[in-house]
RNA sequence: GUGGGCAUAGCUCAGUUUGGUUAGAGCAUCAGAUUGUGGCUCUGAGGGUCGUGGGUUCGAGUCCCAUUGCCCACCCCA
């Protein structure tokens, strides 16, 4: 019997590591200059956490979950998502008492039990911010700018940014009975997936993708229009600001996203690179969400988004990732005691920050060669009977194959 | 969770229609092409219980059933 890993999930190899150190090292970097901090929490959570802030009625928590009881008999699941874990710690810690706003990041594995396909793993790579504190239109101008920033560094440029605001509860509540009222007209003519939800979620009926319900929807009441004045004002300010941000955008009334706990801004990024799971990343506003669990009302806002996404679409686009160092110096040893040489002289190298390999096989000359080459070595440096004679090794640039007679202890003045 | 397709060497795939001797190619790997020199070229070698388990048959990579995995769409999302 064979091992194999568990559906939908991934190994990353060495030939493609170099593709998440840099996406990483940019999320890092980008995030440092936004003045963020990282955030770590456990891998799972009290399945509470999840049941209270994100919503029992979403598919995420109804039935994506992966929960399980541990040994003391407690409800355990892995994060689907990040934000309740980060509020939960924002509360647990008491940071609101510590300084009145907190910008977080993070890198960290999600968890969903769904059927895996093209860009959707059970196990996948989200990187994020939550800003809380604040609810500040330029927090989420912040925030979308952010995203877009990150993007474009790691060859991320064929995307669209879709936003909609869903209001505070009360409005959305009234508005969702009119759409409920609406949709009732008009039942007989809806798919089956979106007469179930007319009961469950409505919402959800507005991004159908059934060519029926998306004609029926297209004359439903808008969302937009039936907002308190403080979100609609709040909408136009934020539009604003993405326009002069320089960041194009399309405002669209379907953009409901599967989290209970969004109110006002919601937005979205995708790309038509990815087929038909076309989301990189989104996010929202979450303005009751501490509370819901348990803390101070205090306003927040936040994103994810899925790094094996970002890194097909890049590769979709040929983006080329920076790769690592090559190797400055291989050394070729044709005996035993050129083997020792060699042994001395590259912890001499390596402590002063050179790379450094040598073959460890005892192959042939023509072989160390080939292999030298192969890593793309810069330099070769060889080591024979003649050599150890003369107490002198064969220095190799490779890329015009020129070599010189170099001491054994002066490699390192003459690889500069 | 629902529907459809695919599974042959490390990778990309022929071979399946019309079951029939030791299952092939390219790339990759390794080794050679006169003494101790890489990339290009040439030659050769290793590597497969044909996803797994049953069944039909004198005989199965090829036909049938089941199972697992992958892909596509739906659902949903990153």
Redesign the pocket.
């Known amino acids: 019997m064979k091992f ?1 890993k568990p ?2 999930t991934k190994d990353i190899l060495p030939p493609e590591i170099h593709k998440w150190h840099f996406v990483e090292k940019v999320i890092r970097d980008t995030m440092d200059l936004y003045n963020f901090s990282e955030i770590r929490t456990p891998m799972f959570e009290n399945t509470t956490l999840f049941k209270r802030g994100v919503g029992t009625e ?3 928590v109804g039935k ?1 979950m992966y929960t399980f009881e541990d040994k003391s008999g407690n409800s355990i699941t892995l994060k689907p ?1 990040m934000t309740a874990p980060v509020a939960r710690a924002f509360v647990e810690h008491n940071l609101a008492s510590q300084a009145p706003i907190h910008k977080f990041f993070y890198i960290t594995s ?1 968890f ?1 039990y ?8 059970r196990e ?1 790579t ?1 990187f994020g911010a939550e800003v809380l504190g604040t609810n500040d239109v330029y927090s989420d101008i912040e925030i979308i700018s952010l995203v877009k920033h990150i993007y474009n560094q790691v060859g991320v440029h064929n995307f669209k940014v879709k936003i909609n605001s869903l209001g505070m509860p009360d409005d959305r509540r009234k508005y969702i009975e009119l759409l409920i009222n609406y949709l009732n007209n008009h039942q007989e003519h809806l798919s089956n ?1 979106s007469k179930r ?1 007319l009961v469950i979620n409505p919402l ?1 009926i507005l ?4 060519p029926n319900d998306i004609e029926i929807t297209e004359h439903a009441p808008k969302i937009l229009e039936h907002l308190d004045i403080a979100s609609i004002v709040r909408f136009e300010k934020v539009i604003n600001g993405l326009t002069i941000a320089g960041i194009d955008y399309e405002v669209d009334f379907r953009l409901v ?3 209970d706990y969004y109110t006002d801004t919601t937005f979205e ?1 995708i790309s038509e690179d990815l ?8 996010g929202g506003r979450y303005d009751k969400l501490v509370e819901t669990i348990g803390g101070k009302p205090i306003p927040g806002i936040g994103f ?3 790094i ?2 970002m890194i097909m679409v890049a590769d979709r686009n040929n983006f080329i990732f920076p790769s690592g160092k090559s190797v400055d110096v291989y050394f070729i040893t ?1 005996n035993e005691e050129a083997k020792l040489v060699a042994f001395k002289e590259i912890l001499n190298l390596r402590k002063s920050g050179i790379k450094c390999e040598y073959d460890s096989l005892g ?5 160390q ?3 030298a ?2 890593m793309n070595s810069r330099f070769v440096y ?1 080591i ?4 150890i004679t003369k107490q002198k090794g ?1 220095l ?1 640039k ?2 015009d ?1 020129s ?1 010189t007679e170099i001491s054994f202890n002066n490699i390192i003045e003459n690889i500069k």
């Open positions: 194999q559906k939908g979403t598919d995420i994506e998502e999600m969903r769904e059927k895996p396909q093209e860009g959707r793993y996948h989200q997936d939800r959800r991004d159908s993708k059934d996203r599967g989290f990024f087929g038909s799971q076309n989301a990189i990343g989104g994810g988004s899925g094996e996404r044709l192959r042939s000359f023509k072989a060669m080939r292999e080459n192969k060889i024979g009977d003649e050599e064969l190799k490779m890329s194959g070599q």
